[in-house]
């Protein structure tokens, strides 16, 4: 088989996943601090074009407008306070472990990404295409879903894990807004469906540091690995161990040379001595 046949033929396998490129998480409702939303656009552009993906997935939060997570809808008085919202970029933004049984959290969120809203609509700058499969989450009411596989209460599935299966899909990357929440919700539940999980580091943002060190730490002990997205193309040709394969074992994440890589974000250098 020639290199280019090899090549699109390991694409044909690989899918991209972008999370949640809405206007509400970029510059409504509940934005990301600082803008940083907005350089995730144009890096999900360039990992588009990078690589001979087979399938692209474009998730959006789609919520009705009594939906349980947002405040308006609490049923008690304290919770309709403001302060019973919890911002975004506070220490107290933490998800609820997939694997509970407990109800979802009522009340905690501002109004966002409602239903045929602009705050729900794609941010006018992503690049989408007809060809690209959609998925719609948290549209029970009753439920949120950060999740593009399933959601939080692991209730009811979305059509996504059946439609990779059906394209012969074995290899996920997963970009998008935002790490420590839907970004690594999915990712934690391809690897839990027997996908090879890449999480995209520089074509996604955090909403905090220490959210997103908890979520990498626990995404490297489910099998996920990091990358750039100058090394998408050559992981999707020759596979992920050729490609990431630096060795360091004093990931301060806490890898210990797990999967032969560290990571590269600022607060997460190797601590070798080398730049």
């Known amino acids: 088989m020639a290199e280019s046949e090899h090549v699109l033929v390991a694409g044909q396998k690989s899918a991209l996943i972008i999370v949640d490129v809405q206007n509400d998480f970029i510059s ?26 087979g399938t692209i997935v474009v998730t959006k939060d789609w919520h009705p407008r009594e939906h349980i997570s947002f405040v308006d809808n609490a049923t008690d008085s ?11 970029d506070s220490p107290d933004h933490k998800p609820k472990d997939s694997t509970s049984n407990s109800s979802s959290a009522t009340g905690c969120h501002p ?41 939080n209460e692991r209730h009811t ?9 059906q394209r012969g899909v074995t290899d996920v990357y997963v970009c998008g807004l935002v790490y420590e929440i839907c970004v690594g919700w999915t990712a934690r539940d391809a690897a839990r469906l027997g996908y090879r ?16 060190l908890s979520m990498k730490k626990e995404l490297i002990e489910r099998g996920v690995y990091s990358l750039k997205t100058d090394q998408v193309k050559a992981c999707i040709e020759r596979g992920v161990k050729d490609v990431v ?8 994440a806490g890898c210990q040379g797990k999967h032969g890589f560290c990571f590269s974000t600022p607060d997460m250098k190797r601590k070798t001595g080398k730049p």
């Not at 409504?28 to 993906?53: M, T, W, Y």
């Not at 304290?78 to 975004?88: H, L, Q, R």
């Not at 992503?126 to 009411?141: A, I, M, N």
């Not at 599935?157 to 299966?165: F, H, K, N, W, Y």
Request: aromatic share 4%; glycine share 6%; hydrophobic share 35%.
């Open 28 to 53: 409504g409702s509940l934005a990301v601090p600082d803008g940083r939303g907005r350089d995730v656009v144009q890096a999900c552009n360039r990992l588009r074009h990078c690589a001979p993906f």
């Open 78 to 88: 304290e919770a309709k306070s403001t302060s019973a919202i919890i911002p975004i």
């Open 111 to 151: 109004v966002h990404c409602v239903v045929n809203t602009w705050g729900a609509e794609l941010h006018k700058d992503l690049e989408t295409c007809s060809h690209d499969f959609q998925v719609l989450k948290g549209t029970d009411p009753q439920r949120d879903s950060y999740s593009a596989f399933i959601d």
């Open 157 to 165: 599935p979305t059509a996504l894990d059946s439609e990779l299966r």
């Open 197 to 212: 999980t890449h999480i995209v580091d520089d074509a996604t943002c955090c909403v905090t540091a220490p959210g997103m």
């Open 245 to 252: 394969n630096m060795n360091c074992g004093q990931c301060s």
